[in-house]
């Protein structure tokens, strides 16, 4: 039997402790368990909006894409191409040709993100869900065709029905001296638009086209493209087969999965969830601080108790672990209560979405939260960490004054 436990759980379950006492040990168990109880909530929340970043990413971008370790341009080749086939995770390769470019329709203009794209894009599907208006198509019939995002067709109040309006793309020629007033100074291209698509503002201005007419509008040789999206079957562990097409690949080029296309998004949301995770540490290290007066008071009261305790043989030790488990149990009995209700509040949210984001634009008609271990392992630590720092002085306390007072008796 664990004698300092035993002793703690008497004390705590005692029912001469006074009234005052078990008020401050209640109160600090009720600010341990809202403390708990937001970590776990806000931490979760996090995850979500993280997750639902993936979530948006994977609607437009690949798996993985190759791209050139310098420069803008990518020279493949059929062996390059192979290489990368030869995996057998991999469903899917796109030649991309991704740049700015100048938008006309009718009278308005104005700058896009050009991504030429061959019809593999098309066959990941992933556009369908976002598509808003018009059809799914590049080339039909021998005309070509543009998907636009929402934000363009807005801003040059474009009309998938409309077949006898060109859109135009125009595109600088490669020339070391020209006169940008000159009508020969940018190539052009038409495309009628088959479609609009929403996905997120991120993605706002882009256009799709055709990858060989994109290919002879900026000038790009035939082997030549700014990057290879790869598309990958379900459940393959991306970050082995990043790894392995690196090496296969060698250093010329780079390989990155959704995380590095979009850095500054998911490490804005880390940093944030860090500093977040430190605020609410100290909010449950201040609503702990009543173990501390809890814990010293009890002192106070028992220290005759622990001066018999030390004339029946108890070491210092055994008075301060006693202190210590008095603490733990205000603390783990508020920090189990924190994480069950917590946890409960996640999932309940997941399941029935109590809690709306209030914008009739979202995306989402909830808050998204996402339950992780490692962040209830997190917050357990915290707990523990901060029962045993407000618990320390009071049981160090205890454990030198009542030995004072047994040795003056």
Excluded: H
């Excluded at 009720?30 to 708990?36: E, P, R, S």
């Excluded at 999965?257 to 850095?263: A, I, K, S, T």
């Excluded at 339950?371 to 160090?396: E, G, H, K, R």
């Amino acid at each position: 039997m664990n004698l300092p436990l035993w002793i703690a759980r008497r004390y705590f379950f005692s029912k001469r402790k006074r009234s005052f006492i078990n008020l401050i040990s209640l109160v600090s168990m009720l600010g341990v368990g809202v403390g708990t109880m937001a970590l776990v909530v806000v931490l979760s929340v996090f995850n979500g909006m993280e997750e639902l970043n993936r979530m948006i990413f994977k609607t437009f971008e690949a798996d993985l894409t190759v791209a050139p370790a310098q420069g803008k341009r990518l020279t493949v080749s059929p062996a390059m191409l192979q290489n990368i086939r030869k995996n057998g995770e991999v469903l899917l390769i796109t030649q991309v040709i991704e740049d700015n470019a100048l938008a006309r329709y009718r009278e308005g203009q104005t700058v896009v993100k050009l991504k030429g794209i061959d019809n593999s894009y098309l066959q990941r599907r992933q556009l369908d869900t976002a598509l808003v208006e018009g059809k799914l198509r590049l080339q039909e019939n021998g005309v070509d065709y543009a998907l636009v995002a929402e934000g363009v067709r807005n801003a040059l109040l474009i009309s998938p029905e409309d077949i006898l309006t060109p859109l135009e793309l125009w595109y600088p020629q490669n020339r070391k001296t020209y006169t940008v007033l000159s009508a020969d100074a940018f190539n052009q291209a038409n495309f009628l638009v088959s479609g609009v698509f929403y996905i997120e503002d991120n993605f706002n201005d882009y256009v799709l086209a055709p990858l060989s007419v994109v290919r002879e509008l900026v000038g790009y040789q035939p082997n030549q493209i700014s990057s290879l999206e790869v598309q990958v079957k379900p459940e393959t562990d991306i970050a082995s087969l990043k790894k392995t097409l690196q090496q296969q690949l060698g250093s010329t080029v780079v390989i990155k999965d959704r995380d590095d296309l979009n850095p500054d998004l998911f490490r804005a949301i880390r940093v944030e969830k860090l500093f977040v995770t430190v605020t609410l540490g100290f909010l449950v290290l201040i609503a702990s601080i009543n173990i501390f007066f809890s814990l010293s008071m009890l002192a106070i009261e028992k220290k005759d108790d622990v001066a018999i305790l030390y004339a029946m043989g108890a070491s210092p030790s055994l008075v301060r672990r006693i202190f210590l488990f008095e603490g733990s149990i205000v603390a783990c009995i508020g920090g189990v209560v924190g994480l069950v209700i917590g946890i409960a509040l996640c999932l309940l949210q997941q399941r029935f979405g109590f809690v709306s984001m209030g914008i009739e634009s979202s995306l989402i008609d909830a808050y998204p939260v996402k339950l992780q271990a490692n962040d209830l392992v997190l917050t357990t630590l915290i707990v523990i960490v901060v029962t045993i720092v407000v618990s320390w002085f009071p049981a160090q306390k205890a454990a030198a004054v009542s030995k004072a007072v047994d040795s003056v008796q």
